[in-house]
T-cell receptor, first 117, second 116 residues
């Protein structure tokens, strides 16, 4: 069954340092998409980065990069040069195809990141 | 930012009353989704739509119905609200479903619903 696991409920990082948020997934579908979203205290869900299962290179979007290790089924988010505004909840998500029942996108439980000044 | 609005943004209602939440998009995206977010459960898909009048169930669809009569609007209805439906509801849109980056879902601001 499809599953997303984020093992770090909360993390602290010093401002200007890099931080890695862990995400592992489980699917039997060879075609899937992986996403990271940020949810600040204001509540909105902000898309950060996308990685397709057939993409050869790790995705990058500004200070965000996705460390995609397909064999290990891991899709860790790396935030470089942390800023105070990065304090938020971060969700890893996966979309795959259930050919008998449509499709499904599932979300992990999230990791709360605290950036210290 | 994707043009997605949700109304109302906050609502308090009583058990047994019908409630309709509206999602409106200006991006002309084909796919629209309704999620609920609850502590300990993350985001869970309620229903989604792949075109006007074309909808399908998600993983937590019991007690909810949806309608999409126009590309830009996707309505979520709680026919008879229960306290277990107290949650934050998010609408999302995507350009495609299974086609690389264009399948990325963009979320509306959310609606906080309290059922007393």
């Amino acid at each position: 069954a499809q599953k997303i696991t984020q093992t770090q409920p909360g993390m602290f990082v010093q401002e200007k340092e890099a931080v890695t948020l862990d995400c592992t997934y489980d699917t039997s579908d060879p075609s899937y998409g992986l996403f990271w979203y940020k949810q600040p205290s204001s509540g909105e869900m902000i898309f950060l980065i996308y990685q397709g299962s057939y993409d050869q290179q790790n995705a990058t979007e500004g200070r965000y990069s996705l460390n995609f290790q397909k064999a290990r089924k891991s899709a860790n988010l790396v935030i470089s040069a942390s800023q105070l505004g990065d304090s938020a909840m971060y969700f890893c998500a996966m979309r795959d195809s259930e050919y008998t029942g449509g499709f499904k996108t599932i979300f992990g439980a999230g990791t709360r990141l605290f950036v210290k000044a | 930012d994707a043009g997605i609005t949700q109304s109302p943004r906050h609502k308090v209602t009583e058990t047994g009353t019908p409630v309709t939440l509206r999602c409106h998009q200006t991006e002309n995206h084909r796919y629209m989704y309704w999620y609920r977010q609850d502590p300990g459960h993350g985001l869970r898909l309620i229903h989604y739509s792949y075109g006007v009048k074309d909808t399908d169930k998600g993983e937590v669809s019991d007690g909810y119905s949806v309608s999409r009569s126009k590309t830009e609007d996707f309505l979520l209805t709680l026919e008879s609200a229960t306290s277990s439906q107290t949650s934050v509801y998010f609408c999302a849109i995507s350009e495609s479903l299974l086609a690389g980056r264009t399948e990325t879902q963009y979320f509306g601001p959310g609606t906080r619903l309290l059922v007393l």
